[in-house]
């Protein structure tokens, strides 16, 4: 077997691993679940903007309710809120 076909072969198997195993990154990653659990209180969550000059973005803190029900009613028009 010459050099070539070595590295040819050996390259080949690298890359048949590196797509299993993203394969099963994937798949672990859809069966682990998404967000946070449903209950009481609140998440936070901080956004940053910065354009990159001085003194340049902002801060924001987002407050989202952990009820589904609560969190629902967030999106409710207030004109027809009762």
Do not use: C, W
């Not at 080949?12 to 798949?27: D, F, N, P, S, T």
């Not at 672990?28 to 998404?34: K, N, Y």
């Amino acid at each position: 077997m010459s050099g070539g076909a070595l590295i040819t072969i050996l390259s080949a198997l690298v890359l048949l691993v590196a797509v299993l195993r993203g394969a099963q990154a994937i798949r672990q990653d859809r069966t682990a679940g998404r967000g946070t659990a449903p209950g009481e209180g609140h998440s936070v969550i901080d956004a940053n903007y910065s354009s990159g000059g001085a003194g340049g973005g902002h801060h924001m803190s987002y407050r989202i309710p952990r009820d589904p029900q609560t969190y629902a009613k967030l999106f409710i028009p207030k004109d027809r809120r009762k």
